[in-house]
């Protein structure tokens, strides 16, 4: 198994400019979540997903949408990319929702600048 | 609502010394408690997990956490610091309620030789 896979790896934007960092699992879990992660800051919910067909707000949602058309994929589109935006994202999936204390499988990270 | 406090966001210890990372949390409800570890440029992987039951877990690579209710704490310790232990930790809280799970702030623990 592959786990959870994040593409790219590093990334550049200017300001404005619009994009989708991908993020699939291979462990056929339902629960998948994207955080970012700023210094001193730890780890903050953008959204996440309980399943195919369904997504959900998490803590920082602005300027960011999500989609769960498969239960592999949870790509995450930024709209128009502003310099608040910088940071490292990380995708995770789990076998069930977070309430089910299942331990959530990060992916590497994609670390975005926004110029 | 449900939160997490991890006391310092960089703690040193000697090698083969005790380390203790604090974590306290803040909950309505009995929490399910998480400590994640996250090595350069890596995501995060689970050291060790509470939920119910013995109030004593132990984790990989020799870590521990008590959860103490009075005192509201899931403070983490490994009895002697090895050089490979140099990352930053993470406590984390979910509760049925939220549904969600929260990080604490990170504690990066630096290992001297």
């Known amino acids: 198994n592959a786990g959870v896979t994040q593409t790219p790896k590093f990334q550049v934007l200017k300001t404005g400019q619009s994009m989708t960092l991908q993020c699939a699992q291979d462990m056929n879990h339902e629960y998948m979540s994207w955080y970012r992660q700023d210094p001193g800051m730890g780890l903050r919910l953008i959204h996440y997903s309980v399943g195919a067909g369904i997504t959900d707000q998490g803590e920082v949602p602005n300027g960011y949408n999500v989609s769960r058309s498969t239960t592999e994929d949870f790509p995450l589109r930024l709209l128009s990319a502003a310099p608040s935006q910088t940071s490292v994202y990380f995708c995770?999936?789990?076998?069930?929702?977070?309430?089910?204390?299942?331990?959530?499988?990060f992916g590497p990270g994609t670390r975005l600048t926004v110029l | 609502a449900q939160s997490v406090t991890q006391l310092g966001s960089h703690v040193s210890v000697s090698e083969g010394a005790l380390v203790l990372l604090r974590c306290n949390y803040s909950?309505?409800?009995?929490?399910?408690l998480f400590w994640y570890v996250q090595y350069p440029n890596q995501g995060l992987q689970l050291l060790l997990k509470?939920?119910?039951?013995?109030?004593l877990v132990k984790g990989i690579n020799g870590f521990e956490a008590e959860f103490k209710k009075s005192e509201t704490s899931f403070h983490l310790t490994k009895p002697s610091a090895h050089m490979s232990d140099a990352a930053e930790y993470f406590c984390a809280v979910i509760t049925n309620r939220d549904d969600k799970i929260i990080f604490g702030k990170g504690t990066r623990l630096h290992i001297l030789p």
């Open positions: 995770a999936s789990s076998t069930g929702l977070a309430a089910t204390y299942n331990e959530q499988f």
């Open positions: 909950s309505s409800v009995p929490p399910y």
């Open positions: 509470y939920t119910t039951g013995a109030t």
